[in-house]
């Protein structure tokens, strides 16, 4: 059932092209590398008449502190497929069996967050990120109408 939705999430995705996102499709790794490249070079040169940083977040456990309902409001605000964000977040909800040799635990029910394995999660996590990456993307433009991104 999660397969019929994903197409409209994809379409739903192609609509930003926001280089920060780099899971979008048609995008890699190699163009936020290239774009900081040009951003570290121009800084080292002194055509850029301000300092340079770089702030890395670790993503890697971000999936599971996702609140749901900013999730469902971002996802309003921006568009995104309201019936399979609906159906991915109540799946998120169902209980898993957890298996270890044959022998199965009782259900786990997640109480928060959304499941990193789900076909939809990068583009759920998009959503939920969006504004912020804006945000920061608006306060931290320091080429003003040049910028390599």
Not at 38 to 43: A, D, K, P, T
Not at 52 to 81: A, N, S, T
Request: hydrophobic share 45%; aromatic share 14%; charged share 20%.
């Amino acid at each position: 059932m999660m397969k019929a939705y994903y197409g409209a999430a994809v379409e739903w995705q192609n609509n930003f092209k926001d280089a920060e996102i780099n899971m979008a499709p048609g995008r890699g790794v190699g163009d936020a590398t290239w774009r900081q490249q040009i951003r570290r070079e121009l800084f080292q040169e002194g055509l850029a008449k301000h300092h340079g940083g770089e702030v890395l977040l670790d993503l890697m456990k971000c999936y599971e502190h996702v609140d749901r309902e900013i999730l469902i409001k971002w996802g309003q605000f921006f568009g995104y497929p309201g019936a399979y964000l609906r159906f991915s977040i109540a799946a998120y909800g169902w209980g898993r069996n957890m298996k270890w040799q044959g022998i199965y635990a009782k259900k786990v029910f997640a109480q928060r967050g959304i499941a990193a394995g789900s076909v939809a999660a990068p583009i759920e996590l998009v959503v939920y990120l969006l504004a912020g990456i804006r945000k920061l993307k608006r306060r931290s433009a320091p080429f003003g109408n040049f910028c390599p991104c």
